[in-house]
């Protein structure tokens, strides 16, 4: 099993060193990973930053861990990966960051649309208040389609996040409604052989991993290249929550294995069979 999106305390917003994320992995049978913190760093004044020289700097001393974390867990197949927020002025800094660090895996995610964070903070009630649910979701789709066409970044993070609060104030949403800004979004990405991940920590707010079934039938259609699985968990006890979900997810939208990346290539691949096996396996001890 897999989990190719978490978050430790090198995140702002994240917990635990890395080794003891590694001690989670293990405990829950999952035997590949990839450490994905946020590029920016939350500032004093409570905004986001992205400043070169302190990207860098924290990275290559991420990946020091990640290289400790392979000594220690000499079974754990430990890699050195990034989530990047899509704002148009980052993205040069972005390009040199990915340039410069030796990443094995690159998330692009967008979590802003029109100055509004619409996962989390406080302005995501205004976001969502000041909008109807298609104005809402529209724009949130067509800030993904612009992170798209920029590109630097090898998979899709939480393809529809917007769902995330936007469920609380609308309910739950059809992405056929909104097929027309997806579809371009996943063409483009198959064109330049983008991923998507399967995002688990969906279970445990609007109930499902992001995204929904049919865009992930539509990805596969579509010709999207690769399938990654992850949590983005950000301490240690929540490591694996959701990936049975996710597991079960992917299968029921046909797609046949999930992708690991190396460097930023996709290097290898397991058949979904295998953690179908994984998950049922974990049902069952956990089942009363
Ligand atoms: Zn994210
Ligand atoms: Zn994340």
């Given at each position: 099993?897999?989990?190719?999106?978490f978050h430790d305390d090198r995140s702002s917003d994240g917990e635990a060193p890395l080794l003891r994320h590694c001690e989670a992995a293990v405990e829950a049978g999952v035997t590949e990973i990839c450490v994905t913190n946020h590029a920016e760093i939350l500032g004093p004044d409570g905004s986001w930053q992205a400043d070169l020289e302190e990207m860098r700097a924290r990275f290559f001393s991420v990946g020091e861990s990640v290289r400790?974390?392979?000594?220690?867990?000499?079974?754990?197949?430990?890699?050195?990966g990034i989530e990047l927020e899509y704002r148009p002025e980052?993205?040069?800094?972005?390009?040199?960051?990915?340039?410069?660090?030796p990443f094995d895996f690159v998330l692009g995610s967008v979590h802003m649309v029109d100055g509004f964070n619409v996962s989390g903070g406080s302005s995501k009630d205004l976001f969502f208040e000041g909008?109807?649910?298609?104005?809402?979701y529209s724009e949130y789709f067509r800030a993904l389609d612009a992170m798209v066409q920029w590109g630097g970044f090898d998979a899709v993070a939480h393809f529809d996040l917007v769902k995330r609060y936007g469920h609380r104030h609308y309910g739950p949403y059809e992405p056929a409604a909104y097929r027309h800004e997806i579809q371009p979004v996943l063409e483009k990405m198959a064109a330049r052989g983008l991923g998507i991940e399967i995002n688990t920590s969906g279970v445990s707010g609007p109930g499902v991993p992001y995204p929904e079934r049919e865009i992930l039938v539509w990805a596969r259609q579509a010709g999207v290249p690769t399938l990654t699985i992850g949590t983005d968990s950000h301490r240690p006890d929540s490591f694996a929550d959701g990936l049975v979900e996710g597991v079960l997810l992917a299968?029921?939208?046909?797609w046949e294995e999930l992708t690991l990346y190396d460097r930023r290539i996709p290097a290898a691949t397991i058949a979904l069979e295998r953690a179908v096996a994984w998950a049922e396996g974990r049902n069952s001890r956990e089942a009363p």
């Open positions: 099993m897999i989990n190719f999106h400790e974390a392979r000594r220690l867990f000499p079974d754990l197949g430990v890699r050195l980052w993205t040069d800094a972005f390009d040199r960051l990915t340039a410069e660090v909008r109807t649910q298609e104005s809402a299968r029921s939208a046909g």
